[in-house]
């Protein structure tokens, strides 16, 4: 009994060793990434005028730009527990990553149409698109689509659309968890896998996602 209590002991003590070590090392990964992503952001963006909020620490922000033109980026980072030892494994089993919300609201161009796309591996983003639409899903058209990146639900108004969906997801450089345009709030938004640290190449998608499903106004 001594000796199993002993053991017992020894063990606590390694796991606690271990996750202090974990945290801080953790910690700075987590801290690196985010400010990776946002200098890759404001780069990319070049903000006449920036806001950051703090969601907590080692949680990530949401930040305001506005640019040139009146257009405005709207982004939220999100990044996974990694700093924790014992949920970390957890959170990898579920599949959570370090995300970032991308949008961006035009002064100059309007959104011609809604669509929708969402990976239906996360359903609490597909939650949020049918809340938006409101009443509006039941008569907007609606397919699956199998892709090599997922399955996908894709909600919109003009066929062909499907196939930008298609070619925007297999050609991303990044993992796309969310595509929509919302003609009402005329926002366009990208949700994407950002473990990578290159927020650019989500700032990319971005554009070439706004460049199909605008219009200017002149």
């Known amino acids: 009994m001594v000796y199993l209590d002993y053991l017992a002991v ?3 003590s390694f796991l606690a060793v271990a996750m202090v070590v974990w945290y801080f090392r953790m910690r700075r990964v987590t801290l ?8 890759d952001l404001e780069r990319f963006f070049r903000p006449l005028d920036k806001t950051y909020v703090l969601l907590g620490y080692l949680v990530g922000y949401r930040a305001t730009y506005t640019l040139e033109g009146g257009d405005r980026v709207f982004a939220v980072l999100i990044t996974a527990p990694r700093h924790s030892l014992l949920y ?20 100059r161009r309007y959104v011609a149409r809604e669509l929708h796309a969402v990976n239906l591996a996360d359903s609490r983003l597909h939650t949020v698109v049918l809340r938006d639409l ?6 907007i ?5 199998e892709l090599s990146r997922g399955r996908y639900v894709v909600y919109y ?8 969906v298609g070619r925007i997801v297999e050609s991303s ?25 290159d927020a650019v190449r989500v700032a990319e998608v971005l554009r070439e996602f706004s460049r199909r499903v605008t219009r200017s106004y002149a």
Request: cysteine-free.
């Open 10 to 12: 020894v063990l606590l």
């Open 32 to 39: 690196q990434l985010m400010k990776r992503v946002t200098d």
């Open 88 to 107: 970390y494994p957890v959170v990898k089993a579920l599949g959570r990553t370090d995300r970032l919300h991308l949008a961006i609201r035009y002064g």
């Open 134 to 139: 409101g009443g509006r899903a039941k008569v």
């Open 141 to 145: 058209s609606r397919r699956e689509v």
């Open 157 to 164: 108004e003009d066929s062909s659309d499907l196939e930008l």
């Open 173 to 197: 450089p990044v993992t796309l968890y969310k595509l929509s345009a919302y003609p009402k709030d005329n926002l366009v938004e990208v949700v994407a896998d950002v473990s990578s640290g």
